[in-house]
Nanobody, 118 residues
Framework: QVRFVESGGGLVQPGGSLRLSCVVSGLDFRRYTMDWWRQPPGQERDLIARTTQEEDRIYYDDSVKGRFTISRDDSKNTLYLQMTALKTDDTAVYYC???????????WGQGTRVTVFS
Protein backbone atom coordinates (compact mmCIF):
# COMPACT_ATOMS: atom_id res chain seq x y z
CA GLN A 1 0.00 0.00 0.00
CA VAL A 2 1.44 3.37 -1.02
CA ARG A 3 1.44 6.00 1.72
CA PHE A 4 2.45 9.65 1.81
CA VAL A 5 3.06 11.21 5.24
CA GLU A 6 3.59 14.96 5.17
CA SER A 7 4.94 17.03 8.05
CA GLY A 8 6.61 20.34 8.87
CA GLY A 9 3.73 22.77 8.48
CA GLY A 10 2.84 25.43 11.01
CA LEU A 11 2.17 29.09 11.68
CA VAL A 12 4.60 31.63 10.27
CA GLN A 13 4.67 35.34 9.59
CA PRO A 14 5.10 36.80 6.09
CA GLY A 15 8.72 36.61 5.01
CA GLY A 16 9.34 33.54 7.12
CA SER A 17 10.49 30.07 6.12
CA LEU A 18 9.39 26.49 6.61
CA ARG A 19 10.67 23.12 5.46
CA LEU A 20 8.13 20.46 4.64
CA SER A 21 8.90 16.74 4.51
CA CYS A 22 7.05 13.82 2.97
CA VAL A 23 7.98 10.25 3.81
CA VAL A 24 6.85 7.79 1.16
CA SER A 25 6.32 4.05 1.59
CA GLY A 26 5.01 1.23 -0.56
CA LEU A 27 6.89 2.05 -3.74
CA ASP A 28 10.48 2.19 -5.03
CA PHE A 29 10.82 5.91 -4.27
CA ARG A 30 13.98 6.56 -6.28
CA ARG A 31 12.26 5.44 -9.50
CA TYR A 32 9.38 7.92 -9.27
CA THR A 33 8.81 11.52 -10.21
CA MET A 34 7.47 13.33 -7.15
CA ASP A 35 5.15 16.31 -6.74
CA TRP A 36 4.14 18.87 -4.17
CA TRP A 37 0.56 20.11 -4.40
CA ARG A 38 -1.33 22.59 -2.22
CA GLN A 39 -4.96 23.41 -1.51
CA PRO A 40 -5.73 26.91 -0.18
CA PRO A 41 -8.91 27.36 1.88
CA GLY A 42 -11.99 27.09 -0.33
CA GLN A 43 -9.95 26.43 -3.48
CA GLU A 44 -8.88 23.48 -5.59
CA ARG A 45 -5.69 21.53 -5.09
CA ASP A 46 -2.95 22.63 -7.50
CA LEU A 47 0.48 21.36 -8.50
CA ILE A 48 3.27 23.69 -7.36
CA ALA A 49 6.50 21.73 -7.79
CA ARG A 50 7.78 18.54 -9.39
CA THR A 51 11.08 16.69 -9.45
CA THR A 52 12.01 13.76 -11.65
CA GLN A 53 14.25 10.91 -10.61
CA GLU A 54 17.67 12.15 -9.48
CA GLU A 55 16.33 15.71 -9.80
CA ASP A 56 17.13 15.68 -13.53
CA ARG A 57 14.25 18.01 -14.28
CA ILE A 58 12.43 20.29 -11.86
CA TYR A 59 9.26 22.29 -12.40
CA TYR A 60 7.84 25.15 -10.33
CA ASP A 61 4.57 26.95 -10.67
CA ASP A 62 5.07 30.67 -11.24
CA SER A 63 3.47 31.40 -7.87
CA VAL A 64 6.40 29.77 -5.99
CA LYS A 65 9.30 30.03 -8.43
CA GLY A 66 12.35 31.60 -6.84
CA ARG A 67 10.99 31.13 -3.30
CA PHE A 68 10.42 27.37 -2.94
CA THR A 69 12.90 24.55 -3.54
CA ILE A 70 11.91 20.92 -4.05
CA SER A 71 14.44 18.21 -3.27
CA ARG A 72 14.60 14.52 -2.45
CA ASP A 73 16.68 12.10 -0.40
CA ASP A 74 16.29 8.72 -2.03
CA SER A 75 18.16 7.01 0.83
CA LYS A 76 15.36 8.13 3.19
CA ASN A 77 12.39 7.82 0.81
CA THR A 78 11.72 11.46 1.61
CA LEU A 79 10.66 14.47 -0.44
CA TYR A 80 11.27 18.02 0.81
CA LEU A 81 9.95 21.48 0.10
CA GLN A 82 12.00 24.39 1.41
CA MET A 83 9.78 27.45 1.49
CA THR A 84 11.18 30.96 1.92
CA ALA A 85 9.79 34.49 1.66
CA LEU A 86 6.37 33.14 2.58
CA LYS A 87 3.30 35.18 1.71
CA THR A 88 -0.26 35.06 3.04
CA ASP A 89 -1.26 33.55 -0.33
CA ASP A 90 0.87 30.51 0.54
CA THR A 91 -1.62 29.56 3.27
CA ALA A 92 -2.80 26.07 2.32
CA VAL A 93 -2.66 22.38 3.09
CA TYR A 94 0.36 20.88 1.34
CA TYR A 95 0.45 17.37 -0.08
CA CYS A 96 2.98 15.19 -1.84
CA UNK A 97 2.24 12.51 -4.40
CA UNK A 98 3.58 10.93 -7.56
CA UNK A 99 1.91 11.58 -10.93
CA UNK A 100 -0.26 8.72 -12.13
CA UNK A 101 -2.63 8.16 -15.09
CA UNK A 102 -6.18 9.37 -14.54
CA UNK A 103 -8.13 6.86 -12.51
CA UNK A 104 -4.98 5.24 -11.11
CA UNK A 105 -3.99 7.87 -8.59
CA UNK A 106 -2.65 6.83 -5.20
CA UNK A 107 -4.65 8.02 -2.17
CA TRP A 108 -3.65 11.43 -0.84
CA GLY A 109 -1.99 11.69 2.54
CA GLN A 110 -3.35 13.83 5.33
CA GLY A 111 -1.31 16.82 4.21
CA THR A 112 0.42 19.40 6.37
CA ARG A 113 -1.13 22.80 7.04
CA VAL A 114 0.80 26.00 6.48
CA THR A 115 -0.68 29.25 7.75
CA VAL A 116 1.03 32.55 6.94
CA PHE A 117 -0.43 35.37 9.01
CA SER A 118 0.42 38.98 9.61
Amino acid sequence: QVRFVESGGGLVQPGGSLRLSCVVSGLDFRRYTMDWWRQPPGQERDLIARTTQEEDRIYYDDSVKGRFTISRDDSKNTLYLQMTALKTDDTAVYYCTTPRPAGQEFPWGQGTRVTVFS
